[in-house]
């Protein structure tokens, strides 16, 4: 038998990421796993075609919140934290089981999987404390509260992935 593996993608559109695993979980599933892609937002017209022909199975959990780009980098920031607490509590909650989820940038559900005895792949790109300036005092203080969450979350995972 083989492993229910979920992925949770903030936004699963065309880029790199997303290609790297749409090949994972085709992969996967040619050795018998069970794959789903649980993702905030997923555009039939701007994806990749195995997410939109069937051969994955993607869910969209809405959360009713807004999705960032509303030209304020901070509440872009804080909306998209909480949306991917609102994923990560549906998918622990009300979703199908898995063994074993791959979070790709959303490091804030890292806590949520393991609170509820799920192992957690952590992909990393870079960082999260690595790519923004920190310009003004409001700004600052909102990088440092995000940069101790990531320091705290990330030893969580079960195993890191770095590109």
Known sequence: RGMRIAFLHQEFTIGGAQQLEVNFGVALQ???HRVKIYTLFHDPNHAFKETVDGTLDVKVCKTYLPRARLNNRLLDGFLAIWR???????????AEPFDVVLVDQGFISIPIFRLF???????IHHPFAACFERKGVINRIYRLILD???????????????N
Not at 117 to 123: E, L, P, Q, S
Not at 148 to 162: D, F, G, H, S
């Open 117 to 123: 005895g799920k192992k957690v792949i952590f992909y």
């Open 148 to 162: 101790i969450l990531e320091l705290i979350c990330l030893p969580l995972a079960n195993v890191l992935l770095a």
């Open 84 to 94: 991917t607490i609102i994923a990560a509590l549906y998918m622990v909650l009300y």
């Open 30 to 32: 040619s050795k018998n």
